[in-house]
């Protein structure tokens, strides 16, 4: 017997079994998705006369200048110790140490009043607490 190969015609790639899962899976994002509608309520809100009380601020923000002296929500302390610091935090914050805490240091600041501060607020249970810095300016 004397077998004979066949030539095979290239038939190339097929994509049929590349357009199912094509089609599987947009079947399955859309079975999938979720569509919310959101309703918007318009609520007309009753007056009052009379003047809000005293309430603890959204933030509580220390600033420190070059010379280290400290300022909270622009209050100046009376000195630069970190007892002063403590006092004027807790004072302001009303024990609460869930409040977001800003530091905002002159460049030249020393860096002992921004680690005494840090220290003020972490003894305090603040942590919550943010830098601020800015960018620097072109050509620098």
Known sequence: MKF???KQI???VNLTPLIDVV?????FFMVSTTFTKETHLVVNLPEADATPGESIPDTIDILITAEGTYFLN??????KQI??????LKQISEGQSDTALTITADAQTPHQAVVTAMD???R???VNLSII????EEGQ
Do not use: S, Y
């Open 10 to 12: 290239d038939q190339g």
């Open 120 to 122: 003020a607020a972490g």
């Open 133 to 136: 810095t800015q960018e620097p």
């Open 124 to 126: 305090l249970g603040f």
């Open 83 to 88: 007892k002063t610091l403590m006092a004027g």
């Open 23 to 27: 089609f599987l899976l947009l079947i």
């Open 74 to 79: 622009g209050v100046a302390l009376v000195n």
């Open 4 to 6: 004979r190969r066949q």
